[in-house]
């Protein structure tokens, strides 16, 4: 191919042929479709995306392609989506507004086709799964900064819903803007946490005496900054874009390595990947006795199970101070090894999820 006219042309033909191929997987996947409606399975398989995505990517590096795993992973991701729609189109509810990093977070799981339903909490997240308004719910539940999302826990652990897949995501905050120069700028709007979050930001550029308010979310602040020509935002760029306000600039924070992650909660059970992970609640019937905790955590080591995640929680149904502990372990429920552990904690715990772990 020696001119521009010549490269344009393959790769009209290479579309051609992808186009195809993609109506002849589709094609599949409608099969797929009727013999998950038929045996009962569930239509969303994070395990199997990931084991695709895997195959896809160790072959593309055999194959010295340009494609590495991020851009295999945003393009079939996509692909799962719209798959899925196909198969059964399904409701996602997750915690709002929209342009939220929850939003965020759900659109790159369950694609652009699918029907979204904005909340106003996590427990209302919750009641719309179990009353059976939406078939997936998408929450955060650890910071790495702010730590646990207490509601989230708090929640599951009454909850008949399920963690089927996680995900972390990188925070990272846009500052967006209609004014065609920063000196119009007369109020910043943002969360409360989004101006302590980019004060070197704020200060570098002068903004400082500039009023700043605070709003109940980072969405709320680009619906604002897009009404005023003179006010901006400091908000998610899936924000900016939803509201169509100007990225002035990007990945503003002090620190680019906060990050949260997320659960996608549902009513099945997902099946045995190769790199599981498990959350229980552990409710310990001899919580006062001396060493009960280390002991129980013991049985945990004799068995070769590692786990990730420990993390106390102030106990609802207890008078006094009493805790329950929520713990993530590598591995499936399902596990015989894990199942030997749980059959001496019987009435101690509760099984929150198992999922195919996911990528920091």
């Not at 393959?10 to 579309?15: F, G, L, P, Q, V």
């Not at 925070?171 to 409360?192: G, N, P, Q, V």
């Not at 924000?239 to 169509?244: I, P, Q, S, T």
Request: charged share 30%; hydrophobic share 40%; aromatic share 8%.
């Amino acid at each position: 191919m020696k001119t521009l006219d010549e490269c344009r042309a393959a790769i009209d033909s290479i579309d051609n042929e992808m186009l195809r191929l993609l109506n002849k997987r589709m094609k599949v996947v409608e099969r797929v479709g009727e013999i998950k409606h038929d045996t009962g399975t569930a239509v969303y398989r994070p395990e199997r995306e990931k084991e695709i995505i895997e195959r896809l990517t160790k072959l593309s590096k055999e194959e010295n392609g340009a494609l590495n795993k991020g851009a295999i992973e945003a393009i079939y991701l996509e692909i799962f989506a719209v798959a899925r729609n196909l198969e059964l189109p399904e409701r996602i509810a997750f915690l709002g507004p929209e342009g939220s990093f929850t939003h965020q977070a759900a659109e790159s799981r369950f694609g652009g086709m699918s029907d979204y339903l904005s909340l106003g909490s996590i427990h209302s997240v919750f009641k719309t799964l179990e009353a059976k308004r939406a078939k997936f719910g998408v929450v955060p539940i650890e910071n790495s900064r702010d730590g646990i999302v207490g509601e989230t826990l708090d929640l599951l652990a009454k909850s008949s819903v399920k963690i089927v897949a996680e995900l972390y995501m990188p925070i990272h905050m846009a500052f967006a803007t209609k004014a065609r120069r920063l000196e119009d700028i007369t109020k910043i709007y943002s969360k409360d946490k989004g101006f302590g979050q980019c004060r070197e930001f704020l200060q570098e550029h002068g903004f400082v005496n500039v009023e700043q308010i605070p709003v109940e979310s980072t969405a709320k602040a680009a619906i604002l900054a897009a009404k005023d020509p003179q006010a901006a935002a400091i908000c998610s760029h899936i924000a900016a874009k939803l509201y169509r306000v100007p990225t002035m600039f990007e990945n503003i924070e002090d620190q680019h390595d906060s990050s949260t992650r997320f659960v996608i909660l549902s009513d099945f059970k997902n099946g045995i990947s190769s790199d599981d992970k498990t959350s229980i609640l552990v409710r310990l019937k001899d919580a006062v006795e001396p060493g009960s905790l280390v002991h129980f955590l013991q049985d945990f080591d004799r068995e070769n199970i590692n786990l990730s995640k420990i993390e106390s929680r102030p106990s609802k149904d207890q008078s006094g101070f009493g805790y329950w502990f929520f713990m993530d372990l590598y591995g499936h429920i399902d596990d015989e090894k894990i199942q030997r552990v749980l059959s001496l904690h019987e009435g101690e715990v509760t099984w929150l999820g198992s999922y195919a772990k996911g990528e920091l």
